[in-house]
């Protein structure tokens, strides 16, 4: 809404910078809410040692 500037000028203009740091506290919130259960890397088993990058 505000990026189409339903709730004036200044908001329009500064929507990004709002959505952008709206995604960053998200993705906190999120991770603390789930207790990282969706943050855990994983074994590649399917792999060989001899090609795994990382």
């Known amino acids: 809404m505000a990026a189409f500037g339903v709730m004036?000028?200044?908001l329009q203009n500064t929507?990004?910078?709002f959505?952008?740091?709206l995604s960053f506290?998200?993705?906190i919130?999120?991770?603390i809410a789930s207790r990282?259960?969706?943050y855990?890397?994983?074994?590649n088993s399917n792999v060989p040692k001899d090609e795994d990058i990382a």
């Open 8 to 10: 004036g000028t200044f």
């Open 19 to 21: 959505a952008a740091i």
């Open 25 to 27: 506290v998200l993705t």
């Open 40 to 43: 855990v890397k994983t074994d």
């Open 15 to 17: 929507a990004a910078f």
């Open 36 to 38: 990282g259960k969706y």
């Open 29 to 31: 919130v999120l991770a």
